[in-house]
């Protein structure tokens, strides 16, 4: 397995579509190692820094188990930014690990640190993209659904960060997506294969996939209760979900938010796939890690 063409994995836009295409095969291939019991030592000796200011649960989890199921080893820092530059801190953790991973509010953050590490960098989630996530959700719509390329994906709700690298995600793989987004919250990249919608039910019309993110992202919680209301009729519920072909599976990044974007009979009932969504986050991140870490 060669390198990859991009030094970070800032956006899905950094790698070229032969490498994210690579991604997906060798995290497909991990993964069956990896449930065959089969050790795999490519990260052995090699260290991961994880650089948080905002809460996570499977982020974290899944880089600090993935390199450890690849023999490296993970530390992470809380509040690094609060005490110096992001300049210092990406000058002194280069000098430690072998790549950093962030997750931060403003992207432009994400792009400096980038730019003064001498190591890889991986965005973790910024306010604008949230590109391990979207390579995870290819993988799991490949493998619930097969060749991507010829699936629908509906994205109902916020034109957020997760949203904004589903649109690379779909640029580059070729599936199409249809976006029920209300104006004023319209996302912040494009692709010739996304289209706003607006209504939730034309946008599910057809669909293999139905997609959910929260409402009020991580560090939009003053606008939360305003949100509710603007969002309300972009709910992914029974109803909507019967408008999806009737194989239509559910995907949601989570945290999920069980009666608002999303009621409790679809992410819990048999078309939800969200937690096989959220497993494939460490295998896609194995992948990422072994190509751009491994000597
Ligand atoms: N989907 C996702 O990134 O989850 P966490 O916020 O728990 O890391
Ligand atoms: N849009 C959400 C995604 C969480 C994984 C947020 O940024 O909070």
Redesign the pocket.
């Given at each position: 397995m060669g390198k990859l063409r991009g030094s970070d994995f800032v956006s899905i836009k950094d790698f070229s579509p032969k490498d994210l295409q690579k991604i997906i095969v060798f995290s497909l291939d991990l993964k069956k190692k990896e449930k065959a019991g089969e050790k795999t030592k490519i990260l052995q000796g090699k260290s991961l820094a994880l650089v948080f200011e905002?809460?996570?649960?499977?982020?974290?989890i899944?880089f600090e188990v993935g390199m450890y199921q690849l023999w490296g080893h993970a530390v992470v820092l809380e509040g690094a930014f609060e005490r110096e530059d992001v300049k210092d801190v990406a000058k002194t953790l280069s000098r430690y690990v072998d790549g950093i991973v962030i997750?931060t509010f403003g992207h432009e953050k994400v792009i400096k640190l980038a730019e003064a590490a001498t190591v890889p960098v991986i965005n973790?989630?910024s306010d604008l993209l949230?590109p391990?996530?979207a390579m995870a959700d290819v993988l799991t719509m490949f493998e619930q659904k097969g060749d991507v390329s010829k699936l629908t994906v509906a994205y109902v709700g916020d034109g957020n960060n997760?949203c904004n690298s589903l649109i690379n995600a779909a640029d580059v793989f070729n599936f199409k997506l249809k976006l029920a987004i209300p104006e004023g919250y319209d996302p912040k990249v494009t692709s010739k294969n996304a289209s706003i919608v607006r209504d939730p039910a034309e946008a599910v019309k057809g669909a293999d996939v139905v997609y959910a993110d929260v409402w009020a992202s991580?560090g939009q919680e003053k606008e939360k209760e305003k949100r509710k209301k603007i969002f309300a009729p972009y709910q992914v519920n029974a109803k909507l979900m019967k408008a999806a072909k009737p194989d239509a599976i559910f995907l949601h990044?989570?945290?999920a938010h069980r009666g608002e974007e999303v009621m409790p009979e679809v992410i819990d009932g048999p078309q939800s796939k969200v937690f096989d969504q959220?497993e494939n986050?460490l295998h896609v991140q194995k992948a990422i890690l072994a190509l751009l870490l491994a000597a």
């Open positions: 905002k809460p996570s649960t499977r982020t974290r899944s997750r973790g989630l949230h391990c996530q997760v991580m990044c989570l945290p959220a986050r």
